[in-house]
């Protein structure tokens, strides 16, 4: 089968016959139709020093999926050839203190899909069928295509109550404009979402922002936009997705006392944050990896069924054979989701 494979530890990724993967007896093998480009995958092509501890080569990428059930092992009982399914990235232990309380999301053992194991950029992939969402209700294949990115903005999203709130939503990525749309859907009162790409602002105001703050110019700061919307104490919750210390500032100095602050946003290092305010203002700072499992799936699903819109952030479709072209789009600052179509 074909298979997107960094094979090498140098920049760059390879398309390549590989053979298919093998599954076991709890296992379901799955034929891909469509999947989705995501920052971890961009890190490993251009192997960064992130990419360089986290990844052994050969290594098929790939964890955001969606594809048919062409074969399910021997004890698999409820998922069966023919459904249509995304996948859970995150393989835990089932082992640890979280993992045998249920609360798989907190496993300390962690392998992800596509960086600890093979991925999903390929005709067929396998995961233990623990690992499998079922999509039972209707769904665009493209939305489906982009579960595990959408299920890290519904995680964070949900993360503290958001009805009648006013909400601070700093990094306008594909998972910014995701939680902006699930806050407005949720009954936020005000979404106010901050980047520096005009052209992620503009999908974020598509997707129902409020207020799409470009915070690269002067003309109009946070703390402008709060007078103009008629806030008076500053945001309830912050959700930070860029991962950019001056973010993370930018939202402490604009939350109300006893504010929350939900944390997806990767830094890419240590940097200082104002801790007196965050304790004086008595602040909660939450942070998010992944999705829980699977809470945040059937959410996702529901979300959708009561009419939840993402295709404003999907702005491209390659073959996987374009796949260069298709990583190109998904680096720049222009871009919402790119799907990459395995199906022909
Ligand atoms: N914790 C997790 O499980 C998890 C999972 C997926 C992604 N992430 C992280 O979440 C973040 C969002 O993911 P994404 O795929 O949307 O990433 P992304 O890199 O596409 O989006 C980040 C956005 O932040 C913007 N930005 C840069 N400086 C800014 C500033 N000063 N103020 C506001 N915005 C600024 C960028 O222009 C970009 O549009 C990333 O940091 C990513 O690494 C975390
Ligand atoms: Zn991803
Ligand atoms: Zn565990």
């Given at each position: 089968m074909k298979a997107l494979v960094k094979?090498?530890?140098?920049?760059g990724l390879w398309l390549m016959d590989v053979p298919e993967p093998e599954y076991g007896d709890g296992d379901v093998l799955i034929k891909v139709l469509r999947t989705g480009i995501c920052g971890t995958d961009l890190h490993i092509r251009s192997w960064d020093g992130w990419a360089r501890q986290a990844v052994t080569t050969p290594r098929v990428l790939g964890h955001e999926f969606v594809g048919e059930v062409a074969a399910v092992g021997a004890?698999?009982?409820d998922v069966a050839i023919g459904d249509l399914v995304s996948g859970e990235g995150h393989l835990v232990c089932g082992k640890c203190r979280n993992c045998l309380a249920g609360?798989?999301?907190?496993?300390?053992s962690t392998v992800g899909l596509g960086v600890g194991r093979d991925g999903a950029f390929a005709q067929y992939v396998s995961l233990p069928a623990a690992n499998v969402w079922v999509h039972r209700a209707e769904v665009n294949l493209d939305v489906a295509a982009i579960f595990d990115p959408f299920g890290n903005a519904v995680h964070t999203a949900l993360s503290f109550p958001l009805v009648g709130e006013d909400v601070l939503i700093t990094g306008a990525g594909p998972i910014g404009i995701m939680a902006a749309a699930v806050a407005r859907h949720a009954g936020a009162r005000n979404v106010v979402i901050t980047d520096v790409s005009p052209h992620r602002l503009a999908l974020a105001r598509k997707a129902g922002a409020t207020l799409a703050l470009d915070?690269?110019?002067?003309?109009?700061g946070i703390a402008d936009a709060q007078r103009q919307l008629g806030?008076?104490?500053?945001?309830?919750v912050g959700l930070e997705m860029s991962g950019r210390p001056e973010a993370m500032r930018d939202m402490v100095d604009n939350m109300t006392h006893g504010g929350r602050i939900a944390m997806l946003g990767l830094p890419a290092e240590e940097f200082a944050v104002d801790w007196s305010k965050i304790v004086t203002s008595m602040i909660t700072v939450k942070g998010i990896y992944g999705r829980e499992m699977f809470e945040t799936w059937y959410a996702m699903t529901v979300l959708l069924e009561g009419?939840?819109?993402?295709?404003?952030v999907i702005t491209g479709s390659y073959g996987y054979e374009d796949f260069d072209a298709a990583f190109d789009e998904a680096s720049?600052?222009?871009?919402?989701k790119i799907i990459l179509d395995w199906s022909a």
């Open positions: 094979q090498k530890a140098e920049p004890a698999v009982q609360r798989r999301h907190l496993c300390r915070v690269s110019s002067a003309d109009i806030l008076k104490e500053g945001f309830d009419g939840l819109d993402l295709t404003p720049s600052a222009r871009s919402g």
